[in-house]
């Protein structure tokens, strides 16, 4: 039993058990009572700050971080600003992780700062948010840790925060891990499933269930797409001018450089690309 298992990982786990013939129970991926919410990352421990003062002053909650030291530092921080945190990590000593997790439990209005490591087992039924201060790595985690916000069926909220450096950050890390190559494969695509996700123009809970295999025939009217509809124009030309600036430069810069030769700023390093046909083009696109 699993409760944030796609259609592949399914397959999988009734090739390995050898299930040809066993019944398959699915129920619905959908919870209403979460407000799916993500935004652009700017300065993210004030915006979480923020969200947790203005929409969830003294309730429980948690605010996953990629690592063991933004754990440590937003925890600090957030107790700098007089909220009862604690700090979950799997480098804490057995006895500090117990204690964190006995007083998230048992306390109420506790907020925990953790990784990943922590979840497993916790079934508080009143935490009315999840917090994401860097981007997850599938769509499956992602899911599975907002669903610890709400479980007593009340509104609650998953908030996230992402920008360009946690995807390089999460790409690094598949890069450099000693995984098989068919496996760092199937984790890129499930991390840009989860782009997607991020930057659709449409309603979030119909991008996320149809990730899992279900369809929602409409818009869901509880996430901030629904709530907020973006202004979407056409940026077909754009694209096209940021591919041809990255072939005629040779595909090896990067993303401020590219947008220097689109924009025709000048700078010492770009001399030699100041003749090609996409120096400036950008500027009337501004």
């Known amino acids: 039993m699993t409760a944030t298992a796609d259609d592949r990982t399914r397959a999988d786990i009734r090739q390995v058990l050898g299930l040809r013939n066993?019944?398959?129970?699915?129920?619905?991926?959908?919870?209403?009572?979460?407000?799916y919410r993500v935004a652009t990352k700017e300065s993210p421990k004030q915006q979480l700050l923020e969200f947790i003062q203005t929409e969830h002053p003294g309730d429980a909650g948690v605010v996953y971080c990629l690592s063991r030291r933004s754990v440590e530092d937003t925890a600090h921080w957030l107790q700098e600003q007089a909220l009862r945190v604690v700090a979950y990590h799997a480098g804490l000593s057995q006895e500090d992780r117990s204690v964190a997790q006995e007083r998230f439990l048992n306390e109420e209005g506790i907020i925990v700062v953790a990784t990943v490591a922590f979840g497993m087992g916790i079934d508080k039924p009143n935490v009315r948010f999840v917090a994401h201060l860097d981007l997850p790595k599938s769509m499956e985690g992602y899911y599975q840790e907002t669903g610890r916000a709400g479980r007593d069926g009340l509104p609650s909220t998953a908030w996230m925060v992402y920008g360009l450096q946690d995807v390089v950050n999460v790409r690094r890390m598949l890069a450099d891990s000693d995984a098989p190559e068919e496996v760092k494969r199937v984790e890129a695509g499930k991390l840009d499933a989860l782009l997607t996700y991020c930057e659709t123009a449409t309603c979030r809970r119909q991008i996320l269930l149809g990730y899992f295999g279900e369809t929602s025939t409409s818009p869901?009217?509880?996430?901030?797409?629904?709530?907020?509809?973006?202004?979407?124009?056409?940026?077909?030309?754009?694209?096209?001018?940021?591919?041809?600036?990255?072939?005629?430069?040779?595909?090896?810069?990067?993303?401020?450089?590219?947008?220097d030769i689109l924009l025709g700023k000048e700078n010492d390093k770009n001399k030699r690309h100041r003749t090609l046909p996409t120096y400036g083009i950008g500027k009337t696109t501004t």
């Open 22 to 35: 066993a019944p398959e129970f699915l129920s619905s991926f959908d919870r209403p009572n979460i407000q």
């Open 220 to 259: 869901c009217g509880n996430c901030d797409v629904c709530l907020n509809p973006p202004i979407v124009r056409d940026m077909t030309r754009e694209a096209q001018m940021a591919l041809s600036a990255a072939i005629r430069t040779g595909n090896r810069f990067g993303a401020a450089y590219l947008t």
